[in-house]
C-alpha cells in the first residue's frame, strides 16, 4: 500500500535546538502539507506545496518555522530554534489534487518534545 | 477564512448504537471529507463527497455532502468498539486553493461494550 512516510516518529529535544522533520508523500501525489496537531488547536495548516512550489506557509511562524520540497520525494520542515511551545504532533499529508476533487492521506506523524 | 463547526464535541455511546455528527461551515465547499483519527496515528480517509446532496456509504458508515453545500454528517449504524477515535470533517473551497482543507474540531468517541 502507498503511504506518507515521517520520520522520526519520536523525537524529545532541549529547548534551542534544530530540530528537521521529513516526509516522503505518496509517488505521484502534486500537493504536499504540513500540519501540526495540538489538543488546544486541533489540526493547523502550516504550508502546503503543489508540484513543490510553496503555495501557503502563512500559519507557520517565519522567524523559527522553514519548510521545503528540496524533491518530489522528499519534504522537511525544520524548526531552529526550537521552544517548548512547539510540541506537539506533526502531520505531513499528500494528495493529488485538482480544482473539483482530491483526497489528502496522511502520515502517521511525528510527536515532538521540546523541554 | 473558512469556519467549520462540527458536533457534539465528544459522544458517549453503548455498543450497537447509532452514531451521528455533522459540520457546519459559513463557506460553500465543493468537496466534503470524513476522516477517522486512532490514538498515535495519522486521520485515515473514510469517505470523500464531491457533489451537493451526494450520499455515499463504506461499510457501517454513511455520509452526506449538504444541498447547500455548508454541511455534512456522518452516521455510523451499529457501532462497534473500534469505532473508538476522534472524527473529523474537512471541506475544500476549490479555485485558486484547492487542496487547502479546512478541518472541523473534531468529535471525540467513545464506545462502551
Known amino acids: 500500500d502507498a503511504r506518507v512516510t515521517q520520520t522520526p516518529r519520536d523525537k524529545v529535544t532541549e529547548m534551542g535546538q534544530e530540530v528537521t522533520m521529513r516526509c516522503q508523500p505518496i509517488l505521484g501525489h502534486n500537493t504536499v502539507f504540513w500540519y501540526r496537531q495540538t489538543m488546544m488547536q486541533g489540526l493547523e495548516l502550516l504550508a502546503y506545496?503543489?508540484?513543490?512550489?510553496?503555495?501557503?506557509d502563512s500559519g507557520m511562524p517565519k522567524d523559527r518555522f522553514s519548510a521545503e520540497m528540496p524533491d518530489a520525494t522528499l519534504a522537511t520542515l525544520k524548526i531552529q530554534p526550537s521552544e517548548p511551545r512547539d510540541s506537539a504532533v506533526y502531520f505531513c499529508a499528500s494528495g493529488f489534487f485538482s480544482s473539483s476533487a482530491g483526497e489528502l492521506f496522511f502520515g502517521e506523524g511525528s510527536r515532538l518534545t521540546v523541554l | 477564512g473558512q469556519q467549520l463547526n462540527q458536533s457534539p464535541q465528544s459522544m458517549f455511546i453503548q455498543e450497537g448504537e447509532d452514531v451521528s455528527m455533522n459540520c457546519t461551515s459559513s463557506?460553500?465547499?465543493?468537496?466534503w471529507l470524513w476522516y477517522k483519527q486512532d490514538p498515535g496515528e495519522g486521520p485515515v480517509l473514510l469517505i470523500a463527497?464531491?457533489?451537493?446532496?451526494e450520499l455515499t456509504s463504506n461499510g457501517r458508515l454513511t455520509a452526506q455532502f449538504g444541498i447547500t453545500r455548508k454541511d455534512s454528517f456522518l452516521n455510523i449504524s451499529a457501532s462497534i468498539p473500534s469505532d473508538v477515535g476522534i472524527y473529523f470533517c474537512a471541506g475544500q473551497v476549490g479555485g485558486t486553493s484547492y487542496g487547502k482543507l479546512t478541518f472541523g474540531q473534531g468529535t471525540i468517541l467513545t464506545v462502551h461494550p
Open positions: 463527497l464531491y457533489k451537493a446532496g
Open positions: 506545496f503543489r508540484n513543490r512550489a510553496p503555495l501557503d
Open positions: 463557506s460553500i465547499f465543493n468537496t
